[in-house]
């Protein structure tokens, strides 16, 4: 006979002899350790047997009493493994004596009130012949269909550990898992191509989870009858396996369903095979190795630190023509040491139980994969780690984590949870998932080549291969971005009375052609303007100033955003936005970040007026930065406030609360990932409120007024880094994305060279300069200090390097141009360089934002290793603005940038360097860690590198709605929609 006795928290089995016989669920409130054995934990099932006829448990359960809870997987094979003490076990045996015991539950509960009774039928659990997979397959079913008392119901142990040892679990678990899911499918197949058996093994596991049958038919068709919502919301509980503890534990991580769990993805993969690298100072490497000690060192009264050191083997670089030739037989390791270390800085550090406690984090002998930038020390063969990552893997000769050369996952840490245990119970989630399964229709998933959703989860957390992780990030990356993107659109049709308008918004959106304005169109001042220009603009800005007029015609105010790469000539179009709006008779605002800019669009385009005929009907420009003279910003301000004024070019300065607009209809910010969020909404929001006091102000110009006043402005925002908030916003629907990917004509690549900052390297880039300025060019040198400072003393200074530079060229005359400079001495420098009296310009990276000097014609950047990537693209950006063929010169004083900085030399792509840069900033940081390219809604998504999969969410999001626009014909996609953007009216 088996019991279901209830000790108040998990389950366990009933056995007979050694083998495992039944399943017997019980709950136990307190966790037992050190008693028996080592290991012995919880409460395996010791008051079944002998409860009635023994001291031993009796002691057992006194003992219990002031223990705390204790993690409990149940993993004895039989009595050896779960009575260490001899002498138990004896008695054990005699008691036993090859029947089944019997246990006495009314008296153990009347002793122990704690002890709580249920009925549980018998269950077949592994009898040593029966293979495993047809036990789990009969029993799931039957353990589910309501034969639990509803408290037990959701903690049976998962069938697949009871024959295992505790040391072997994991391991095993993971090992299920693999093959389960993988193993079984064919290599070369495709994720959806998974074998039968795994379908029907799923489609019970799913069966288990939402407690109804299931219709899933195949990949082929994605027919179930539960909906995708319901079976990824479900809670946790319906995993198999899980004890209170665990479940406890996960939802005070937050992991409260199957969803949240699920998106808790790797923050990167490791391939473990390749995780012996050529060792360079000051990269970011990943290494697999064995922990050797783990100390925390007190180093004086207030300062301790910990240093853990690993050893690691690595190829041995000096033999690698060797190992080439002896293919992979025979390669020479040599082992090298890591020490990372962590630092505390205060007394409360450096006590001894802080420091054994930190040390005790590490174990000796636990293989740990770490990631980190390494430094050299001063011993041969060992590298320090200050800032790293480090996770515990499974035995290093694991044929799961090593052999098989799969992606390793590596999850960030969730308050202290064991990774390894998140590993375990993601593996078991995703067992619970139905093949194909996912809200979207196909026909969307085909068209986009996005796999479905399912195949997603365990390509993301079990990939067989980084191209099937990458498949599965796409996936999840166009999911974040189609939801907000559907969410809004369906709120747009939502809030739209009649058929015929909801099909007029569709139509805006699919056509985009309807959204553009033919130049004919255009108002006379904006074609007038047109006239003037130098150049004929190229058809990318024709399209965008031709959606941007569009708009701009309509009521609702236009929330835009123009995006496109360094000196693809953004600026025109704004101000061909101007004219328009100026031509209708309002007035526009151009705000930029820095004073210089402001000073160089203003002159800018007052030199483009000059030209223009039309005397009467010219827009009269204003420049007001905080530098304008009091007097003259008190003239200007009255000037916007009549309406006198009907353009003004500023910075921050036209945010201030004393400037009011009469006519506003069109605020512009440039750069506009400068400025904070708040600056912006208060320019926006702020220019409104102003809108609408001057209009109730009975002292301002009647002739002012126009009807619609009271509307927001156009917003149009404009940047050419892919930043990511300023994409973010684009995704909200009402913010429109309009991209120039076009560069003027005539324009050559700036061809970049990287050299090594030393002697020769020097001497090479002055001759260059040599060559250029002598042939006629501009030169800018760019430095990353502006005075030397004696902590960092490699560094070359723009200020100390001017006497340098100008004995080097005394034919040529240099200038200075650096933050710290009065705004007219800045303004003075750049308008020196730019007529020619000045040849070369030493600069800071002040220039790095929208200066432009077309006929600059060479940039060298010292230290170049200083500036970022992205950073280095947009400073780059300032030559090749003109016909005449540019170089820049990118000196390096560390050999291990070099490396880094040759991804310059190759491309000129903004989207493609702003990824490398990513990757380059170091192999950690490529899933689920927030930093610069996250915002919460996207914890996937980088969106200065995914901008185009929010193109095609976009486009996706429009099929699917112009098939249904109230998603009746999609009520999976409906329900699914409403979890992860709740369906709130319009104007939420
Ligand atoms: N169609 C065109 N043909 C030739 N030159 C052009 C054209 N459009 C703009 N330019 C010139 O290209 C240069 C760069 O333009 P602009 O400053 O507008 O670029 P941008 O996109 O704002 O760049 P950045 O992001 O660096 O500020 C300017 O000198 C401008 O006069």
């Known amino acids: 006979m088996s019991v279901a006795v209830s000790v108040v928290h998990l389950c366990s089995m009933g056995f007979s002899d050694k083998c495992l016989r039944h399943a017997v669920c019980f709950e136990a409130e307190r966790a037992y350790r050190n008693v028996i054995g080592r290991s012995l934990r919880f409460n395996n099932f010791i008051p079944l047997c002998f409860r009635s006829k023994h001291k031993f448990p009796e002691k057992f359960l006194k003992d219990v009493d002031g223990y705390e809870k204790e993690s409990v997987l149940i993993g004895y094979s039989g009595l050896d493994g779960l009575i260490g003490n001899e002498r138990s076990r004896e008695k054990f045996r005699e008691n036993l004596n090859g029947k089944s015991f019997d246990f006495n539950a009314t008296l153990a509960q009347k002793h122990f009130p704690c002890i709580k009774l249920g009925h549980f039928p018998s269950v077949e659990l592994y009898d040593g012949i029966t293979c495993y997979s047809e036990t789990t397959e009969s029993l799931i079913p039957q353990i589910m269909e309501g034969c639990f008392p509803s408290r037990i119901d959701a903690n049976w142990v998962d069938p697949n550990y009871l024959y295992h040892t505790p040391d072997s679990i994991c ?24 074998s039968s058996d795994w379908k029907t093994e799923r489609m019970d596991a799913l069966q288990s989870t939402v407690g109804k049958p299931c219709s899933i038919s195949g990949p082929e068709t994605q027919e179930t009858d539960i909906s995708v919502a319901e079976i990824l919301d479900k809670h946790i509980s319906c995993i198999p396996g899980l004890n209170k503890r665990q479940l406890s534990q996960l939802e005070n991580c937050g992991f409260h369903t199957l969803r949240k769990l699920l998106h808790h993805f790797p923050r990167t993969y490791v391939d473990l095979q390749n995780a012996e690298v050529e060792i360079d100072d000051g990269q970011y490497l990943i290494f697999v190795g064995r922990i050797m000690s783990s100390r925390g060192i007190r180093a004086s009264g207030s300062f301790a630190f910990l240093e853990v050191i690993v050893a690691c083997e690595v190829a041995d ?32 550090f450096t006590c001894q139980p802080f420091l054994k406690s930190i040390q005790e984090k590490h174990r000796e002998g636990d293989t740990v994969c770490i990631s980190g930038k390494v430094r050299t020390m001063r011993s041969k063969d060992h590298f320090e780690m200050r800032e790293y990552n480090i996770d515990v893997l499974k035995d290093e000769g694991d044929s799961n984590v090593h052999a098989k050369g799969r992606p390793y996952p590596i999850y960030p840490s969730r308050k202290g949870l064991n990774p390894e245990f998140l590993r375990d119970i993601i593996s078991r989630a995703l067992k619970t998932l139905p093949i194909s399964l996912d809200p979207i229709p196909k026909d969307v998933t085909q068209e986009f080549g996005l796999v479905c959703l399912s195949d997603a989860y365990i390509g993301i957390h079990q990939p067989k291969s980084l191209n099937e992780a990458d498949l599965a990030r796409r996936r999840l990356i166009f999911d974040e971005f189609f939801y907000v993107q559907l969410g809004r659109l369906f709120q747009m049709l939502e809030g739209l009375g009649t058929e015929l308008e909801k099909d007029g918004l569709l139509e805006k959106y699919t056509k985009t052609e309807l959204s553009a304005i033919s130049m004919e169109e255009w108002s006379h001042l904006t074609k007038e303007f047109m006239k003037v220009l130098p150049y004929t603009l190229t058809s990318s800005q024709l399209r965008a100033t031709s959606e941007i007029i569009w708009d701009l015609k309509r009521p609702v105010p236009m929330n835009r955003l123009l995006q496109g790469d360094v000196g693809c000539g953004k600026t025109v179009v704004a101000f061909l936005a101007c004219m328009e709006i100026i031509g209708l008779g309002y007035q526009a605002a151009f705000m930029v970040p820095t004073e210089l800019l402001a000073i160089q669009h203003y002159e800018h385009l007052l030199g483009l007026l000059e030209k223009m005929e039309l005397d009467n009907e010219k827009p009269s420009v204003a420049l007001l930065t905080g530098s304008t003279p009091t007097k003259q910003a008190q003239y200007i301000r009255k000037g916007l406030q009549t309406g006198d004024i009907s353009l003004v070019i500023g910075t921050h300065a036209l945010i201030a609360e004393k400037v009011e607009f009469s006519t506003l209809r069109i605020a512009i910010v440039d750069e506009q990932h400068r400025f904070g969020v708040v600056q912006r909404g208060l320019f926006n929001s702020k220019l409104y409120f102003n809108t609408l006091t001057s209009q109730l102000d009975p002292t301002s110009s009647k002739d002012n007024l126009k009807n619609d006043v009271v509307v927001a402005p156009h917003v149009l925002a404009m940047s050419a880094t892919p930043i990511p908030r300023s994409l973010a916003l684009a995704l909200y629907g009402d913010m429109s994305l309009t991209q120039i990917t076009d ?113 600059a014609s060479m940039m060298v950047v010292m230290n170049s290793e200083r500036f970022g990537i992205a950073q280095l693209h947009q400073l780059r950006g300032r030559v090749g603005r003109g016909e005449r063929k540019s170089k820049c010169i990118l000196l390096a004083s560390t050999t291990s940038s070099l490396k880094r900085l040759k991804v310059l030399e190759k491309s000129s792509d903004g989207f493609y360097l702003a990824s490398m840069d990513l990757l380059l900033r170091g192999p950690g940081d490529l899933l689920g860690k927030k930093q610069s390219g996250h915002i919460p809604e996207f914890p996937v998504a980088r969106l200065e590198v995914d901008g185009n999969i929010l193109q095609e969410a976009h486009l996706a999001a429009l099929k699917v709605l112009v098939n249904s626009d109230d998603l009746e014909k999609f009520p999976d996609l409906k329900a699914e929609l409403s979890m992860r953007q709740p369906l709130c009216p319009l104007g939420d």
Request: proline letters at 4%.
């Open 743 to 855: 560069i003027p004509p005539g324009r050559t690549p700036v061809k970049t060279y990287i050299i090594e900052g030393n002697e020769d390297g020097f001497e090479k880039a002055y001759q260059m300069m040599m060559e250029e300025l002598d042939g006629g060019g501009k030169v800018y040198v760019v430095y990353p200090v502006i005075q030397q400072s004696e902590q960092l003393p490699q560094l070359r200074a723009a200020s100390a390097d001017l006497e340098n530079i100008s004995k080097r060229f005394p034919n040529y005359n240099c200038g200075l141009l650096h933050g710290r400079m009065k705004s007219d001495e800045k303004d003075e420098a750049l308008r020196s360089f730019r007529s020619g009296q000045t040849h070369i310009l030493l600069s800071t990276q002040v220039i790095e934002i929208g200066v432009d000097v077309p006929d």
């Open 171 to 194: 391991a095993e678990i993971s090992d299920t898992n693999a093959s389960y899911l993988l193993e079984e499918k064919d290599e070369e197949s495709t994720m959806n191509s998974q």
């Open 317 to 348: 670089i000096k033999t690698d023509s060797e190992c080439i030739a002896n293919e992979f037989d025979d390669i020479r390791k040599r082992t090298i040491y890591l020490h990372l270390k962590k630092f505390f800085r205060g007394a409360r």
